[in-house]
C-alpha cells in the first residue's frame, strides 16, 4: 500500500483550517444546520397551539412559526480572527409581544407555555459530548479535508 506525505507549513496549516471553519459556519452551520434545527419535529405538551404564520400546532412540532427567532439568529452570525483563533457567534435575539427576548424560553422551558418541553437547538455545538458523534461535527472534518488535499 503506497502512501503520500507531506509537510505542510504552519501558516498554510493555520489558514486552510482558519477558511476550512469559516466556510463550515457560514455555509454549513448558519447556511444549514439552523434551518434543520428549526424544522425538526420537537416533543411539546399535548395540546393544540394556534400560530401567527402557520396552521395551528400539535405535538411533535417544528419552532418556526413567524421564523423571528430563526432569522434573529440567522442574522446576527458573526465571525471573528484574532491573535488566538477564529469564533462565531450567534445571538437568538427575538422579542415577543412583551418585548423580552425569549429564545432561552423556547431553549430551556423552564417556565411559560412551553414548560418541560425544552428544543435545544444549539446543544449539539455547544456539547462536546454531542458534537462529537454528530452529522454536523462530520460535516466540519469535511470541509477541514478539503481545505487541506483541495
Request: hydrophobic share 30%; charged share 30%; aromatic share 12%.
Amino acid at each position: 500500500m503506497a502512501g503520500i506525505a507531506r509537510i505542510v507549513g504552519t501558516k498554510a496549516l493555520e489558514g486552510a483550517l482558519l477558511s476550512a471553519f469559516q466556510q463550515w459556519t457560514e455555509n454549513d452551520v448558519n447556511g444549514e444546520y439552523w434551518r434543520e434545527q428549526f424544522e425538526k419535529d420537537y416533543k411539546y405538551a399535548n395540546r393544540i397551539t394556534k400560530r401567527k404564520e402557520k396552521p395551528p400546532a400539535e405535538n411533535p412540532r417544528d419552532i418556526l412559526d413567524t421564523e423571528e427567532l430563526y432569522e434573529s439568529g440567522i442574522k446576527s452570525y458573526d465571525y471573528s480572527v484574532n491573535n488566538i483563533g477564529a469564533r462565531a457567534d450567534w445571538h437568538w435575539n427575538a422579542k415577543n409581544s412583551s418585548g423580552e427576548e425569549y429564545a432561552w424560553y423556547v431553549h430551556e422551558a423552564l417556565e411559560g407555555s412551553s414548560k418541560g418541553y425544552p428544543r435545544r437547538w444549539t446543544d449539539e455545538l455547544a456539547s462536546e459530548y454531542l458534537f462529537e458523534s454528530s452529522e454536523i461535527k462530520g460535516r466540519l472534518m469535511a470541509r477541514i479535508d478539503q481545505s487541506l488535499n483541495g
